[in-house]
T-cell receptor, first 114, second 110 residues
Framework: DGGITQSPKYLFRKEGQNVTLSCEQN?????MYWYRQDPGQGLRLIYY???????QKGDIAEGYSVSREKKESFPLTVTSAQKNPTAFYLC?????????????FGNGTRLTVT | AQRVTQPEKLLSVFKGAPVELKCNYS??????LFWYVQYSRQRLQLLLR??SRESIKGFTADLNKGETSFHLKKPFAQEEDSAMYYC????????????FGTGTRLLVSP
């Protein structure tokens, strides 16, 4: 069954700790994205990656880091430098093509930092 | 810069009433516009895209470059249409980042 898997569904951390959110896809998509979803603010792009070993900052990259060592995986680390880390995080992937195919989303990870 | 504006946070209508969810965009080039929908307890998914010119679940959206709008319309709302709707913009073809609006929650009452 193809798709995008985000784990865990819920994550709790103490302030000052780094935490890594997992995103795996078996759709053979080249591009992967991380968005943050907050009430009233919609989806805001954190980082995106077009190919393995390459990624670019989105609109709100401060306090986050990513890696793209494998095509299937695009983990997001929320560092202690992120001032408001509590949020719902969405991972997505897509084919990179001339027709601008749509994004496929995971189910999300809700991170709570106290 | 790419920007998408959805002016309504909440749109509440009765079943059978027409629905229009507004979306305006700002982009200097030739945009690709999308509507994504998130039903309760489901993942965000594509509803429709302007280049397909299709009707999905009775919804349509026309790109109006003069007014820089991509409003989503349905003549007769159903209760199962209740969801969060996001308008999104991509700057042309190929690899481009997708920018989302803040979303509009549609609530259809019986």
């Amino acid at each position: 069954d193809g798709g995008i898997t985000q784990s865990p569904k819920y994550l709790f951390r103490k302030e000052g700790q780094n935490v890594t959110l997992s995103c795996e896809q078996n759709l053979n998509h080249d591009a992967m994205y991380w968005y943050r979803q907050d009430p009233g603010q919609g989806l805001r792009l954190i980082y995106y990656s077009q190919i393995v070993n390459d990624f670019q900052k989105g609109d709100i990259a401060e306090g986050y880091s990513v890696s793209r060592e494998k095509k299937e995986s695009f983990p997001l680390t929320v560092t202690s430098a992120q001032k408001n880390p509590t949020a719902f995080y969405l991972c997505a992937s897509k084919v990179v093509d001339r027709d601008n195919s749509p994004l496929h989303f995971g189910n999300g990870t809700r991170l709570t930092v106290t | 810069a790419q920007r998408v504006t959805q002016p309504e946070k909440l749109l509440s209508v009765f079943k059978g009433a027409p629905v229009e969810l507004k979306c305006n965009y700002s982009y200097s080039g030739s945009p690709e516009l999308f509507w994504y929908v998130q039903y309760s307890r489901q993942r965000l998914q594509l509803l429709l895209r302007h280049i397909s010119r299709e009707s999905i679940k009775g919804f349509t959206a026309d790109l109006n470059k003069g007014e820089t709008s991509f409003h989503l319309k349905k003549p007769f709302a159903q209760e199962e249409d209740s969801a969060m709707y996001y308008c999104a913009l991509s700057g042309g073809t190929g690899f481009q980042k997708l920018v989302f609006g803040t979303g509009t929650r549609l609530l259809v009452s019986p």
